[in-house]
């Protein structure tokens, strides 16, 4: 195993065009498309699921037991939840977040022809009109509205407009990458972890790494809706690294700086012996690195295991601080997980015994203790 050079430059590179492609779950047909074009341009193999999930292929030494590495491509957003007389349109959230984070926010109508401006407000928006009524009105998704940039007064300047209840809004990132490394935007969970996952693949392609087991990096389009890596597995696949984002806040042990290994979240401990060898790769070459148990959070590895997949699950992230807000993050979390996830990828698998579905007890691992 090789700790590859990461070109950062690329990293920063594929995250703005993916930040600046709108995907919320549901809406995803455009940034499937760019991902994919990446993949082209990187020479890997891809196929797609139906809906367009991404299932890439890098060739190891052997097929089974092979591994799988997933990062997520849809972001929050929101949808039309009614047409208001007054002109402006009642939403509601795709995906889990507070509407406190909507507001102000500005965002794309896409409509079923055509698309239009508009920015997400309270109800009482006006300070110079409703002054103290600002801070005192109630918060919550039935408490906003969203404005749309073109004259319209009525519920009929909607109508005419092709306005339908279920378009969706895709809210926009306004990224900013500043000179001291930290990197703020929407939607860095989890377009953060798919420009690591593609900047490890450069890497290994770049410099001809030679892996141990087949490798399947995957690109999910509904982890934000919860059901994630649900579909996009090969059944042989006897591990599974989910790239995601971790929880810097008051209580919790991650980090904006280094890799942050997910022990457990709220759907339980992750797999004991596939996480420790994510931990002693991280020991062996030095990569910094620090644990957390995250409770109010799920990913694509608990999509997976819930499915029925027999998977051994890890879940390694990027710190992030104001998750599902305007979020920020720091570069040398993201290629610290370069680096580890490019290792990983050149690694044998936890164990050789896992290429069987079912199988005796012989060669069953045990815990310390």
């Not at 991404?54 to 047409?83: C, E, F, W, Y």
């Not at 959070?297 to 599902?324: C, K, M, P, Q, W």
């Amino acid at each position: 195993m090789k700790l590859p050079t990461i070109d950062s430059d690329y990293l920063i590179s594929v995250l703005l065009k993916l930040l600046s492609t709108p995907s919320p779950s549901g809406y995803t047909d455009r940034v499937v498309h760019l991902v994919c074009e990446e993949l082209e341009r990187l020479s890997v193999p891809f196929e797609l699921t139906r809906r367009g999930a991404i299932r890439a292929t890098l060739n190891g030494a052997v097929s089974q037991p092979d591994r799988a590495i997933v990062a997520h491509v849809d972001t929050l957003g929101a949808m039309v939840k009614g047409l208001k007389d007054n002109g402006r349109l009642r939403l509601v959230p795709v995906g889990h977040w507070n509407s406190r984070f909507a507001e102000g926010a500005r965002g794309t109508l896409f409509m079923d022809i055509g698309q239009m401006r508009g920015t997400i407000l309270p109800l009482k928006a006006s300070g110079h009109t409703f002054a103290s009524e600002i801070d005192n009105q109630p918060g919550g998704w039935d408490h906003v509205e969203f404005r749309i940039d073109a004259v319209v007064h009525n519920l009929k300047d909607l109508l005419r407009l092709g306005v339908h209840v279920g378009d969706f809004i895709a809210i926009d990132t306004t990224p900013e990458v500043t000179e001291t490394g930290f990197i703020n935007s929407r939607h860095l969970d989890d377009k953060a972890g798919a420009a690591v996952l593609l900047t490890a693949i450069e890497a290994i392609k770049r410099l001809e790494l030679p892996l141990a087991v087949d490798c399947h990096p995957l690109f999910t389009i509904s982890e934000e809706v919860g059901s994630g890596a649900s579909a996009a597995l090969h059944q042989d696949v006897a591990e599974m690294l989910t790239i995601d984002n971790g929880t810097t806040a008051p209580g919790q042990n991650s980090s904006e700086f280094g890799v942050t290994i997910s022990m457990a979240d709220q759907t339980g401990p992750f797999d004991y012996h596939l996480t420790h060898r994510i931990i002693q790769l991280c020991q062996e070459f030095q990569i910094p690195h620090q644990r957390d148990v995250f409770r109010y959070y799920r990913s694509d590895s608990a999509a997976a295991v819930e499915a029925g997949n027999d998977v051994r699950t890890a879940l390694v992230t990027f710190g992030i601080d104001a998750s599902h807000g305007y979020e920020r993050i720091h570069i040398d979390a993201l290629e610290s997980l370069a680096r580890l996830v490019s290792v990983y990828m050149q690694s044998p698998p936890v164990y050789a015994r896992d290429r069987y579905d079912m199988g005796p007890r012989t060669g069953f691992p045990t815990q310390p203790g």
